[in-house]
């Protein structure tokens, strides 16, 4: 079963900062933060990941706690086009399978 | 962009009925997987594969499924008897050593 908690849904202004929090309390030494989203049916778009250094991209930003339990995903400028499932996940390894939860449900609003 | 290409995007069968969903995965990755997601649910993780074999596989993944890179581009899920729950979303996947992992835009696989 998934390793991390999402709040089920959340809702954000288009133009203002989306901030999707992530709780991952077990996560242990060798084991990456990884984002992905999911827009309607189609298959997940990786979006970015992490350690435990903060990491950008063109994308989106990626704030891991110090303790590493837990992290936010930031998406600096919410579309419509970024209503979507977001999938935090944790991944053991290079190689670990992904193991997907139910996400948060970010709906960009007008 | 490299992407995962999945073949065919929707599928109808028989219940009993095999099917063979295809992907191509990215050219210089080692790592393949497929997952499914069934309507309404989450997306599920059925096997994955390196190296010529199968490396992990869920509980889901029975001996209806196998899964098969016959020619070192293609890599196929079969299943051998369909069953209305098969009725999914199915998605391939591949990555390299130490990066992440790519998806397909999926088959629709819809058992009547």
């Known amino acids: 079963d998934a390793k991390t908690t999402q709040p089920t849904s959340m809702d954000c202004a288009e133009g203002r900062a989306a901030n999707l929090p992530c709780n991952h309390s077990?996560?242990?030494?060798?084991?990456?933060v990884y984002w992905y989203r999911q827009i309607h049916s189609q298959g997940p778009q990786y979006i970015i990941h992490?350690?435990?250094n903060n990491e950008t991209n063109e994308m989106a930003s990626l704030i891991i706690t110090e303790d590493r339990k837990s992290s936010t995903l930031i998406l600096p400028h919410a579309t419509l086009r970024d209503t979507a499932v977001y999938y935090c996940i944790v991944r053991g390894g290079s190689q670990g399978n992904l193991i997907f939860g139910k996400g948060t449900k970010l709906s960009v609003k007008p | 962009e490299p992407e995962v290409t999945q073949t065919p995007s929707h599928q109808v069968t028989q219940m009993g009925q095999e099917v063979i969903l295809r992907c191509v995965p990215i050219s210089n990755h080692l790592y393949f997987y497929w997952y499914r997601q069934i309507l309404g649910q989450k997306v599920e993780f059925l096997v994955s594969?390196?190296?010529?074999?199968?490396?992990?596989k869920s509980e889901i993944f029975d001996d209806q499924f196998s899964v098969e890179r016959p020619d070192g581009s293609n890599f196929t899920l079969k299943i051998r008897s369909t069953k209305l729950e098969d009725s999914a979303m199915y998605f391939c996947a591949s990555t390299q050593e130490n990066t992440e992992a790519f998806f397909g835009q999926g088959t629709r696989l819809t058992v009547v």
């Open positions: 992490g350690l435990k």
């Open positions: 594969f390196y190296n010529n074999e199968i490396s992990e």
């Open positions: 077990t996560i242990s030494g060798n084991e990456y």
